[in-house]
């Protein structure tokens, strides 16, 4: 998808923005300049990273409780 010359929903910039299929407020989806889409994909990448986590933490709990005697 490429940019063109918009207002930014998240921070009010008037320049590049993309249309980002995140509905947030009804079905418009939502139009982000790229310093606020990499902060979205920044945030979105640190939940992965902790429900990784959780997970593998999860899986070594329950092959605790299966092992112990």
Do not use: D, F, T, W
Not at 5 to 16: L, M, S
Not at 25 to 30: I, K, M, N, Q
Not at 59 to 66: E, S, T
């Amino acid at each position: 998808m490429e940019r063109y010359i918009g207002e930014c929903k998240i921070c009010g910039a008037c320049n590049g923005v993309r249309h980002i299929a995140l509905y947030v407020s009804g079905s418009e989806g939502l139009e982000a300049c790229e310093i606020c889409e990499m902060n979205i994909v920044g945030y979105v990448r640190g939940l992965i990273l902790i429900a990784g986590i959780a997970r593998k933490e999860g899986y070594k709990a329950c092959r605790q409780k299966i092992e112990a005697p």
